[in-house]
């Protein structure tokens, strides 16, 4: 996995922070501290100054500064890191003007930037937030072989730019049924496959530039990047068959490519252990009908047995309220097979990393942002609650969800 992530940009992000939304000094408390960095602390405390953990340990060992605010909960964990989703660009009245995830004027549109369509005052980013999503990995879904560019961000900021921790994190492809379509674009597989060869090999060959209309220079410039493994291909592939087939985009072409829903990826793990790929699973509740018909409820326990990285997701909603809340995901992945541990491991450090910034987020470590998660019991457990949210050190809910 390319690492996308700068010093700079982290400073940046915050110094454009509004002033109310400063980062605080804070100390959370938990009876149980999952720290996602070894086993779990009974009598936990996690502090936190300037945004960043500074002190994870025992409460008998780990002393809090004198006049530091200290929350207290039954069980704290990481933020949830999101791994796949649209919101901020779909929003939840599921209106035209607050649909910014997909635009089907192309069948290839790799220029098209996440940032540019992320709204921070989204209502569903709020919804999220409360839920103890803390950092998400958003952008354009499916519908076109390439729908644009997504962006990794945390779920705290009043403009995109200072959300944006990340503000292009990779390139949305699809294959199957999310992009056939014989009007609008390619109505086979092969055509999806033909116009995704053609972009690489035109950027590689230096031809694109060299045919008018045939491709912009910000398109080129995209693949050219792509081609460089400064940005990975994220393909929607959920068939078996488009599963291989981005394989082979990967092996073709040597570019870092990760596997977005993968809903019959346990029928290629030798494949895709081979590939070395990293497989955003689609939510584990994802209606099983069209290219979902044979997804199964434990495909996260077995990509864990068989070693393939992967994360869970909240992933695409055509219809209100337009997303999912990944904690809840991870509690039926829990249920059917998946070890608590992983289950927690699947919403906080394995995310981070599968969207490149498990150096920033996805555990509770010195030197890491403090995004923490304040719960009144399991946070898998269906009759828990989440009693708070910090983001980089500010308390940003303390509403009971």
């Given at each position: 996995?390319?690492?996308?992530?700068?010093?700079?940009?982290?400073?940046?992000?915050l110094a454009l922070?509004?002033?109310?939304?400063?980062?605080?000094?804070?100390?959370?408390?938990?009876?149980?501290?999952?720290?996602?960095?070894?086993?779990?602390?009974?009598?936990?405390?996690?502090?936190?100054?300037?945004?960043?953990?500074?002190?994870?340990?025992?409460?008998?060992?780990?002393?809090?500064?004198?006049?530091?605010?200290?929350?207290?909960?039954?069980?704290?964990?990481?933020?949830?890191?999101?791994?796949?989703?649209?919101?901020?660009?779909?929003?939840?009245?599921?209106?035209?003007?607050?649909?910014?995830?997909?635009?089907?004027?192309?069948?290839?549109?790799?220029?098209?930037?996440?940032?540019?369509?992320?709204?921070?005052?989204?209502?569903?980013?709020?919804?999220?937030?409360?839920?103890?999503?803390?950092?998400?990995?958003?952008?354009?879904?499916?519908?076109?072989?390439?729908?644009?560019?997504?962006?990794?961000?945390?779920?705290?900021?009043?403009?995109?730019?200072?959300?944006?921790?990340?503000?292009?994190?990779?390139?949305?492809?699809?294959?199957?049924?999310?992009?056939?379509?014989?009007?609008?674009?390619?109505?086979?597989?092969?055509?999806?496959?033909?116009?995704?060869?053609?972009?690489?090999?035109?950027?590689?060959?230096?031809?694109?530039?060299?045919?008018?209309?045939?491709?912009?220079?910000?398109?080129?410039?995209?693949?050219k990047d792509v081609?460089?493994?400064?940005?990975?291909?994220?393909?929607t592939a959920n068939?078996?068959?488009?599963?291989?087939?981005?394989?082979?985009?990967?092996?073709?072409?040597?570019?870092?490519?990760?596997?977005?829903?993968?809903?019959?990826?346990?029928?290629?793990?030798?494949?895709?252990?081979?590939?070395?790929?990293?497989?955003?699973?689609?939510?584990?509740?994802?209606?099983?009908?069209?290219?979902?018909?044979?997804?199964?409820?434990?495909?996260?326990?077995?990509?864990?047995?068989?070693?393939?990285?992967?994360?869970?997701?909240?992933?695409?909603?055509?219809?209100?309220?337009?997303?999912?809340?990944?904690?809840?995901?991870?509690?039926?992945?829990?249920?059917?097979?998946?070890?608590?541990?992983?289950?927690?491991?699947?919403?906080?450090?394995?995310?981070?990393?599968?969207?490149?910034?498990?150096?920033?987020?996805?555990?509770?470590?010195?030197?890491?942002?403090?995004?923490?998660?304040?719960?009144?019991?399991?946070?898998?457990?269906?009759?828990?609650?989440?009693?708070?949210?910090?983001?980089?050190?500010?308390?940003?809910?303390?509403?009971?969800?």
């Amino acid at each position: 996995m390319i690492k996308h992530i700068a010093k700079s940009l982290a400073t940046a992000a915050l110094a454009l922070a509004p002033a109310h939304l400063a980062a605080q000094d804070v100390a959370v408390r938990a009876e149980t501290l999952h720290t996602m960095d070894g086993a779990a602390i009974s009598d936990g405390v996690v502090v936190i100054r300037g945004g960043k953990i500074v002190s994870v340990g025992p409460a008998a060992s780990t002393g809090v500064p004198e006049g530091m605010e200290v929350l207290t909960a039954k069980v704290a964990t990481p933020g949830f890191v999101d791994a796949r989703t649209v919101v901020g660009l779909a929003g939840y009245l599921n209106q035209f003007d607050d649909q910014d995830q997909l635009d089907t004027g192309a069948a290839l549109q790799p220029q098209l930037r996440a940032i540019d369509g992320y709204n921070p005052d989204e209502t569903l980013v709020d919804w999220v937030r409360s839920f103890g999503v803390t950092t998400i990995h958003t952008g354009h879904g499916p519908g076109t072989v390439v729908s644009g560019q997504t962006m990794v961000a945390k779920t705290w900021a009043k403009t995109a730019d200072a959300a944006a921790i990340v503000p292009r994190a990779m390139i949305a492809a699809n294959l199957g049924p999310n992009a056939l379509d014989s009007d609008k674009g390619p109505g086979t597989r092969p055509k999806q496959m033909a116009l995704l060869r053609a972009a690489l090999t035109a950027a590689k060959s230096g031809d694109a530039e060299a045919k008018p209309g045939a491709a912009t220079k910000l398109d080129t410039q995209v693949w050219k990047d792509v081609l460089a493994r400064r940005v990975p291909l994220m393909v929607t592939a959920n068939r078996s068959q488009d599963i291989m087939s981005a394989l082979r985009l990967k092996e073709e072409f040597g570019i870092d490519l990760v596997i977005d829903g993968g809903a019959e990826s346990y029928r290629l793990l030798d494949q895709l252990r081979e590939a070395g790929v990293t497989v955003i699973l689609h939510p584990t509740m994802g209606r099983h009908y069209g290219d979902l018909e044979n997804a199964s409820f434990t495909t996260a326990a077995t990509l864990r047995e068989a070693g393939i990285p992967f994360a869970l997701q909240s992933g695409y909603e055509g219809y209100v309220p337009k997303t999912r809340v990944i904690l809840w995901e991870a509690g039926w992945a829990a249920a059917n097979g998946l070890a608590p541990e992983h289950a927690l491991a699947s919403i906080t450090i394995d995310a981070a990393r599968a969207v490149g910034v498990g150096e920033r987020v996805g555990s509770l470590s010195v030197g890491k942002d403090g995004d923490v998660v304040l719960f009144d019991g399991d946070p898998l457990e269906y009759t828990s609650h989440v009693t708070g949210v910090v983001i980089d050190g500010r308390v940003a809910s303390r509403e009971v969800r």
